[in-house]
């Protein structure tokens, strides 16, 4: 067997262990969620990188039970690839596989490839963005570039939250534009049209499945959620309008009770609250009164209230925000047993107050879990319930809950500090290229984690795409670190007395 064949077969090890694993095992996610229909019947405020790729899985075998299979196995293959490209880097064998150890180890991305949910597609394009980057710095070329440049339109066909590799984009054609033989306008026009490819192909893809270039995103409900809790503080509006009446009588008690719970758990119950305030009261309320709105004039109906409250207090929301990041950096929603029982004794000592001024309505999503029920597919009980305030996240391992926290807490730390040298490397300075690259990852994981922050309440799954950005800025990062203060100690060590005596001799 020839070496190159046996550091391949080492590399190969995680991703065939963890896929064989997950393919095999019985998993504890369920097929369809409550998102999965939107994405199985096209809906006008999902891009359509995924649903494309469900309507060509199930063309080609004729049911959606295999796609849990192929999202595992696209998940190890690339980062199986990330592997194969840190070696060819010069990388030890070692640090290829334990880069693929942490990302493959998560139990998040890998998990929800189970699912109908574009988050673990996310998951692999953020890897494979990654390798190109990789790819590209090891030996700099047009072609190289063009890589990059189809994944990242890939990435935002999928989510358009993946515009956060946009600027890494940019920067790595600028840094690297002597070397590489990049041409200036043709840089330029492979990444407008990578950027205009992602998202331009939703509202055309709208028009020929839907007949209108209407399209929507979830932006609109994303803010929503942050303006009916307001930091939980008491400033009402006062207004006759019907929609913004809708909207506070069913939020006004929610927001009452949660002044009277514990900060430590109060963030869980918000997003709990969310959940059921908006798709079970507010959106199918504000749908019956305006029955006749397309999906983008629903949007602007949100937003219009939306930023009404906001400019009651904009401190608010920027006190939101940062709450959102921290709670993302944290994985807040992983409770260990203790913080778990804490949140019930709470719970049964204060029952949850449920608002009773708007009635539920039947809408959109219970007539396509219908649609589903009829093609012989199942929906879990859980799929259809949006949310449970009584019932907090499941209890997870205390060693998985510390362990991913001080990773990530470690990572975001270290990607703070590389800006310095990517800033350093841009103005011409001569930074090693490893640094370079970990800039890079440091910006698209931090303005996927902003962006996150900004229009949405944190979530676990939000992390999952981003973690392996996450891990391999700790682990490369240490690496290089670690590289660079042996060999400066190494330079300063003194020469050995045997080896002075040596040279004393005749």
């Known amino acids: 067997m020839s070496p190159a064949l046996k550091r391949s077969l080492f590399v190969a090890l995680a991703p065939f262990a963890f896929g064989a694993y997950y393919m095999a095992a019985p998993s504890t996610m369920p097929l369809i969620t409550g998102d999965s229909p939107g994405y199985m019947h096209f809906s006008t405020d999902r891009p359509i990188g995924y649903p494309l790729f469900l309507f060509v899985l199930k063309h080609l075998t ?43 180890g998560h139990p998040g991305p890998i998990g929800f490839a189970n699912s109908i949910m574009s988050d673990s597609l996310s ?14 710095i090891e030996k700099p070329s047009q072609r190289r ?30 840094i690297f534009r002597t070397v590489s033989g990049l041409k200036l306008q043709r840089t330029a026009l492979l990444i407008v049209a990578g950027a205009a490819l992602g998202i331009g192909v939703t509202p055309a893809a709208n028009m020929v499945i839907h007949g209108s270039f209407d399209s929507s995103s979830p932006t609109a409900r994303g803010l929503l959620q942050k303006a009916i809790f307001m930091d939980v503080r008491d400033s009402r509006l006062e207004s006759s309008n019907p929609d913004a009446t809708l909207i506070e009588s069913a939020a006004d008690p929610v927001n009452d009770y949660l002044r009277t719970v514990p900060r430590d758990i109060r963030d869980l119950m918000r997003y709990s609250y969310s959940q ?25 109906l949100i937003m219009r209230y939306t930023l009404r409250r906001f400019a009651e207090d904009p ?25 778990r029982s ?20 039947h809408h959109e999503l219970e007539r396509k879990f219908a649609e589903l029920s009829k093609e012989g597919i199942t929906v879990p009980e859980s799929a259809v319930v949006t949310g449970s305030v009584a019932e907090p996240p499941k209890a997870r391992p205390y060693v998985l809950v510390i362990g991913l926290r001080t ?9 703070f500090a590389l800006v310095w040298p990517l800033w350093l490397r841009i103005r011409g300075a001569p930074v090693k290229d490893t640094w370079v690259l970990l800039g890079l990852i440091a910006l698209t994981a931090q303005l996927q984690l902003l962006v996150t922050s900004v229009v949405e309440m ?25 590289a660079n203060w042996r060999s400066e100690e190494n330079r300063l060590r003194p020469a050995s007395l045997s080896g002075s005596w040596k040279g004393l001799r005749p």
């Open 458 to 482: 944190a979530q676990p799954r939000y992390i999952y795409p981003v973690w392996p950005l996450l891990w391999v800025i700790l682990i490369l990062a240490s690496y290089e670190a670690l």
């Open 342 to 361: 804490r949140y019930l004794e709470f719970v049964k000592d204060h029952p949850p107050v449920m608002p009773t001024s708007v009635e539920p309505v």
């Open 315 to 339: 401190a608010a929301v920027v006190r939101q925000t940062i709450r959102e990041y921290c709670n993302l950096i944290t994985n807040y929603t992983y409770l260990t047993s203790e913080e």
């Open 276 to 300: 059921v305030l908006r798709f079970d009261i507010i959106l199918p309320g504000l749908e019956t009164l305006h029955p006749r709105l397309s999906a983008s004039q629903m949007d602007g």
């Open 62 to 104: 004729g049911h959606y039970s295999s796609i849990p299979y192929v999202q595992i196995f696209v998940f190890c293959l690339v980062t199986f690839l990330l592997g194969i490209e840190l070696h060819k880097y010069g990388k030890p064998l070692l640090l290829a596989f334990l880069v693929e150890l942490g990302v493959l």
């Open 123 to 136: 998951a692999s394009a953020n890897v494979a963005f990654i390798m190109t980057l990789v790819h590209f």
């Open 145 to 174: 570039f063009t890589l990059v440049c189809t994944i990242v339109a890939v990435a935002i066909c999928l989510r358009p939250i993946n515009l956060a590799l946009l600027p890494a984009t940019g920067l790595l054609a600028l």
């Open 407 to 415: 990773a990530q807490l470690c990572s975001i730390l270290i990607s």
